[in-house]
């Protein structure tokens, strides 16, 4: 009796499935890298957001800017590791996407037992499959849990970008329960897609001072540096602030100081040449095992 020959996976170099998941890969990143200055920080992040959404199937999710800071509690479960932005992302309608900027305890993405064991895992790009904290009787009170109901949320899967080996960029993409699970196809999608984020991540990096050996921007200072990207002049900027044109003005010096440019042409500049570290990263593929 002949042998059947076994079904390719999505992993299978040279196989068709890998072949277009490579190309829809390279699609997303070249929108992602050819995407301009937004807004706001959070309109930005919702863009990008969005763009890969849309290839994954998943209308909302979240946002994270982690770091790790050098001086941490002994026995720290989070080695450091502390929420520095997050942004909640979700469909206000068919034909727009929003992002509010959250004030969520570090408890409520962190500090977390699924969520944990990244930490250990942190200076690499990979992808985990997130189980349902519901499923778990410890975790059915938590806020993530309340979160997973408030949504009606089915499944996620997570994206973590290592911007550097102290800050990592988390995109997460949920679907509904009216939605089916994401399968293989998501997973190795977004795989492919994660490493090339990076010209559009670095961006991001840059408008909040994040980049490495940058100075961190202040709230205000971060909307100055959206207005500076988008060609806004003084009077502009001190009128969108609703503050006076002195106080824009002592703003942008200090945005062009903790940025380490010479003025608005540097800053340009600095934004086009955004690109991954010169010594890549490692790259993972970490998939959390359902419960």
């Known amino acids: ?30 929108d992602l890298a050819a995407m301009g200055p937004q807004e706001t920080t959070a309109a930005y992040v919702a863009s990008g957001h969005a763009r890969i959404g849309r290839a994954l199937g998943a209308a909302r999710g979240f946002a994270v800017l982690a770091v790790k800071h050098p001086r941490s509690p002994e026995n720290d479960p989070l080695l450091g590791w502390r929420i520095d932005l997050c942004y909640d992302v979700g469909p206000k309608s068919p034909a727009q996407i929003v992002a509010v900027e959250k004030d969520v305890r570090e408890e ?53 970008h290592a911007l550097s080996p102290t800050t990592e960029l988390h995109l997460s993409f949920d679907r509904a329960s009216q939605d089916c699970p994401f399968g293989d196809r998501e997973a190795r999608l977004l795989d492919l897609v994660n490493p090339g984020l990076a010209p559009w991540a670095q961006r991001f990096a840059l408008m909040v001072g994040r980049l490495e050996g940058l100075a961190v921007l202040s709230p205000r200072e971060r909307e100055v540096t959206n207005g500076l990207l988008g060609h806004a002049n003084v009077k502009n900027i001190a009128a969108d602030l609703s503050i006076s044109e002195a106080r824009a003005r002592e703003l942008i010096r200090s945005v062009y100081k903790k940025l380490r440019v010479s003025g608005r042409l540097e800053l340009a500049n600095k934004w086009a040449s955004a690109v991954a570290p010169s010594a890549p990263l490692g790259h993972t593929t970490a998939v959390a095992r359902r419960s």
């Open 1 to 30: 009796m002949m042998a059947t020959a076994a079904k390719p996976t999505f992993t299978d170099a040279g196989s068709s499935a890998e072949v277009d998941l490579s190309r829809e890969a390279v699609a997303v990143c070249v």
């Open 108 to 160: 409520t993405y962190l500090n977390d037992p699924l969520i944990r064991i990244t930490c250990e895992e942190a200076g690499c790009h990979r992808v985990e499959h997130v189980a349902d904290p519901r499923r778990l009787a410890a975790h059915r009170t938590t806020i993530a849990a309340k979160y997973w109901t408030m949504f009606a949320l089915r499944d996620r899967l997570k994206a973590i």
